[in-house]
Each structure stands twice: as C-alpha cells, then as structure tokens.
C-alpha cells in the first residue's frame, strides 16, 4: 500500500514561525538575522543554502516540536551540527542545528561515552586522554560523531577495529512521526538497523552510547615524500598494503598543497605524497611493518612514531577551517600495478590535475566480519576507497568535479562498485543509493515511509518518494 503523500506546502512566508518559537527553549532564526547565516552555512562554502528558518535546538523536545511543526505545514526537515554533511541548499526547510547538544560523559567503567548530537569526536577524544580511552574516530576530529557514525564511520582504525557503527549501543531519535525513540537492537530493532549506516534517512540523532577502547598509545603517523619519489612510493604502497596485519590501517594520499597557514614549509606549494599509517601493536612491530615504506624514497618529513591515540587527527591532518571544495569518491575491489599506472596518468605529478589531494585508502582487516547485530552498512568487502578533494572558487570547482569523475571512471576496470554514505555526501540521491545493496536500499526506504509518514526527510538521503 502506498504511504501518504505529503500534502501541498503552504507558502513560506504565510508559516507564522512564531508559533513554533514560542513553544521552543532553545531560538528560532529567519533569514536576515546574523546569527541565521552562522548555523545555516555548511562546512563546504561551495553549497549556498537558504532554509526558510534555523533552530538552534536546546534540548531533545526542541527537535520534537520542530518536526512536528514542520510535519503540520508541509515543510521539510534538515539538521547540521557540524555542517559536514549537507550538500542541498535546504530551499525553504526547517532547518535544526544541534550544536547546544553538547553533553559528552566518558564511563571508565563500562568503557562507554554517551553523547549529544552537537559533541565532535574532538571533545570526545580529548576527554578519553586521561582515561586512555578512544573512540573509533574518523580522520578529522572536528566532524560530528553521531553524523560520522550514522554513516557508518571508516576511520583510520578501521581495519583493526572495524567501523563505528558497530560500536553503538543505543541511540535517541526523533522519528519523521515527531516521536522520540530510544533505539536499542532489543527495543526498536529495525530502527537500530537502519541508524547503524543509513545516515540521515530515517531520523534526527539526539544523542547516543557507544563503546570505547582501551588504547592510550598508538603508533602512527604520516611519511612524506617529493615530487620525484612520487611514482616510486605509489607503487611501492601498492605492494606493500597486502602483506600488512589486521593491525596496521593505512593510506596514501597525493597533495598538492598551497603556501597557506597550517600547512609544514616542506610540503607548501609542491607535489608530495603522504604515506598515512596507524598501528595498534607494540612501537617495534609498528616500525618493523613501515620499514619498507621509510625506505621507499627520500623522506620531506617522518613524523611516524609512538604517540597518545588521543592525538589521532595529526595523521591525516585535515584541515578545520570552512572551504569551497568539489569531493568525489568510490569504492576499489583491488589496487594492482596497472591501477596504480592509470591513477598515476591521471593524477600524478605529470597529469596537470586540479585536484587538492587524491587519496586511497586500504580496508579489508577485520571490517568485512559482520557484526552480531546487523546493519544498513554496506560494502565491507571492498579492498579499497578512492577519494579526491578539489578547492577553489565555486565557478571553477565543476570542471575541478568533472575531472574527478573521469579519473574514477579510468579506474573503473577495478571498481568494486558504489561508494561509503559518509563519502556519497554532496553527489546527490543516486550517488548515495549507490552506498547500498538494492535490498538494504529497499529496507531503508520501507522503514523511512513508516518512521516518517509525512515525508518530512525528503531532503535526507533515502531517494524521495
């Protein structure tokens, strides 16, 4: 039987927002308020967005209220904590940014934080380093933890310890329905399912519990090398990846990056290749499995070495600040010597690529083992992850986007097929779909029809209905 449709929108300037503002704790922003554009710009500056209003919620009732006002006129329903992850320009939505959620507790005890939607894994990170406690952290503290993890989160452990997903013990949502759940695999199971990889399909995360790691040391780090060595250490990387333990994660990253603040004086404004490496055993076995990639060239900088897991985040060493940027992204089954000659072609030193960074990142380890309670993360069998990154002024950045796209299709010979949901963002509906089987797919838009009879996530990632 086919769900409700949403009925017709009423205009946004007949909304009387005030009725919503009133039943509020936290603040109601419309346009031409200062603090409007401050929580409805997204990370990526390239996407202009113009909701028809901004909450900035104060509590898990102000998100009920929000979504139930949005459900009664027609309006749809957007959240940002961190703006990682919006890629539409929220024309006319209601837009909820958690940022006030801010509560995080660390329990040495059970090994377990619970956390508001508005925590980044920063705060969660620093608050572990006493109690030499991590979380399974994505590259770039500075992104939200319940976005990353709704996504399933493929950090840079993940072949040690899996995905973050799989770590959750339980979440609060609000459901498309205005209700707030607490989702458990025993209590709401199919919900449970659904959170655990389906992104922002079936509801806002209000807050959540997830498992921690006793891990106060790790060794990690990142090997940078010159233009010259670029070729050789690809290559050499390549080889390298199959040989190494579930206890080694590792990727390789080819940069291009300008004279700016931030970043080292030896890699500004030259081609480098960085060697990306986090090893979860003892600092002699560390050593000993990186030695043929110290060896691969002549190093610009080794900054690999025992430091607090705490410190993760200096191993990608994304950048923090706001920017325009074209992101593309797929998934590899394998990475041989004819790959690696097509993605040198097309991005290597001698390529003329536009691209800021072009990166693989090697999987496998312990990921593909399903967990003992299943979820919408799809692809745990691929071998690798092909990403690119473009920045520069949003007029420049389709031509940036269209010369990534041709490289991913270059590498079609070894593609596994589809993409990460965390990576999908910004590529619209189809890309994201394509971070599913057509089953997994399936359930989630079944489960979104129920949880959300009125449609009010059309903007979220199940392709609208």
């Keep these: ?102 509560a995080c507790t660390l329990n040495s005890d059970s090994n377990t934080a619970q956390i508001g939607a508005g925590v980044t894994w920063a705060t969660v990170l620093a608050q572990g380093a006493d109690l030499g406690l991590i979380g399974l952290c994505g590259s770039a503290p500075g992104v939200g933890v319940a976005g990353y993890t709704s996504g399933g989160g493929i950090g840079p452990m993940v072949r040690s310890f899996g995905a973050a997903s799989d770590k959750v013990r339980s979440f609060d949502v609000v459901t498309g329905d205005g209700e707030l759940r607490h989702a458990t695999a025993q209590s709401e199971p199919d919900l449970f399912w659904g959170l655990r990889g389906g992104k922002g399909s079936l509801g806002i995360i209000t807050g959540m519990e997830f498992e921690l790691l006793e891990l106060p040391v790790i060794y990690a780090g990142a090997l940078f090398f010159d233009t010259a060595h670029v070729e050789n250490v690809l290559r050499i990387w390549a080889q390298w990846c199959p040989t190494l333990p579930h206890t080694a994660t590792t990727s390789v990253a080819m940069m291009q990056l300008p004279p700016m603040p931030g970043v080292p004086e030896p890699l500004a404004g030259r081609f480098t290749i960085a060697v990306r490496y986090v090893f979860v055993g003892t600092a002699d076995d560390g050593a000993t499995w990186l030695a043929p990639m110290r060896s691969a060239g002549v190093l610009l900088m080794d900054a690999v ?41 097309a991005a290597g030193p001698d390529s003329s690529s536009p691209q800021l960074m072009v990166e693989i990142r090697q999987l496998g380890g312990v990921l593909p083992q399903l967990p003992e ?9 691929a071998g690798f992850g092909l990403h690119s990154v473009a920045v520069g002024p949003p007029p420049e950045l389709p031509a940036f986007g269209a010369h990534a796209e041709a490289m991913i299709q270059n590498m079609a010979p070894w593609a596994y097929g589809g993409s ?21 797919l399936a359930k989630l838009s079944t489960l979104a029809r129920h949880f959300d009879p009125e449609n009010v996530f059309r903007l979220g990632q199940v392709p609208a209905r």
């Design 373 to 381: 309670t299943p979820s919408a993360l799809c692809h745990r069998e």
């Design 305 to 345: 070495g025992p430091m607090p897991s705490s410190m993760i985040g200096l191993v990608h060493s994304d950048p923090e600040d706001s920017m325009p940027a074209a992101e593309r992204s797929t998934l590899l089954a394998d990475f041989p010597r004819e790959a690696v000659e097509t993605l040198l072609e």
């Design 1 to 102: 039987m086919d769900s409700p449709q949403a009925p017709e929108p009423a205009t946004v300037h007949t909304i009387d927002f005030g009725a919503l503002s009133r039943n509020l704790a936290g603040t109601l922003y419309e346009p031409g308020a200062p603090v409007y554009d401050d929580l409805a710009t997204p990370w990526n500056l390239a996407v202009q967005t113009s909701p028809a209003a901004v909450v900035e919620a104060a509590n898990a009732a102000d998100v009920v209220e929000c979504v139930k006002f949005a459900a009664a006129n027609s309006l749809p329903v957007a959240v940002q904590a961190t703006g990682h992850g919006i890629a539409s320009n929220l024309d006319g939505a209601l837009l909820i940014h958690t940022r006030l959620l801010d």
């Design 420 to 440: 990460l949901a965390n990576f999908a963002t910004g590529n619209g509906a189809g890309a994201f779909a394509e971070s599913y089987t057509p089953s997994v």
